[in-house]
């Protein structure tokens, strides 16, 4: 895996771990889609720091167009309704974070490069409960900032 992802991925994880009212902040690598679970690969990140790995016994691959995406958590906020106007506003700082910096639109190596960085495609879903991946106990909504990149 390039190096220069592990490092988007960093500052990533940085500057949307800041936001005001994100609980948690996970950074997830992903193959293309495809029926071979072993291509995809898992990074997160969370206070202990970075740990990456294939979910199955396949190795790590480098060779095929893939997603960064930052998967956040949100928490705080009654309804649904007022989740989504403080998201909208999130979005906003991000996207205007993201175009200001142009380490995280343009970061590249001799393989890899990010090709578009959006702040949109916001998927709103409710907490996964007690033994979900973020089990806080509290009412909260995931939502995902992509970054697309591939071997141009």
């Known amino acids: 895996m390039s190096a220069a ?3 988007c991925g960093a500052r990533l994880a940085s500057l949307l771990a800041a936001r005001p009212g994100l609980a948690q902040v996970s950074v997830t690598h992903f193959a293309p889609p495809t029926d071979d679970d072993n291509e995809l690969v898992f990074i997160r990140s969370t206070s202990g720091g970075y740990q990456a790995g294939p979910t199955a ?5 480098d060779d095929a167009v893939f997603t960064l ?11 649904l309704d007022e989740c989504m106007a403080r998201l909208g506003e999130i979005e906003a700082e991000v996207r205007d974070e993201v175009a200001a910096n142009p380490s995280l639109a343009d970061l590249a190596d001799d393989a890899w490069s990010v090709t ?26 995931d939502v995902e900032v992509r970054i697309y990149g591939g071997n141009p």
């Open 5 to 7: 992802w592990f490092e």
């Open 57 to 61: 016994s396949g190795p790590l691959i």
């Open 69 to 79: 995406e930052v998967v956040m958590m949100v928490r705080g906020w009654a309804t």
């Open 116 to 141: 578009e960085a959006r702040a949109g495609e916001f998927a709103f879903t409710p907490n996964h409960g007690p033994d979900g991946p973020w089990a806080h106990g509290t009412v909260g909504v």
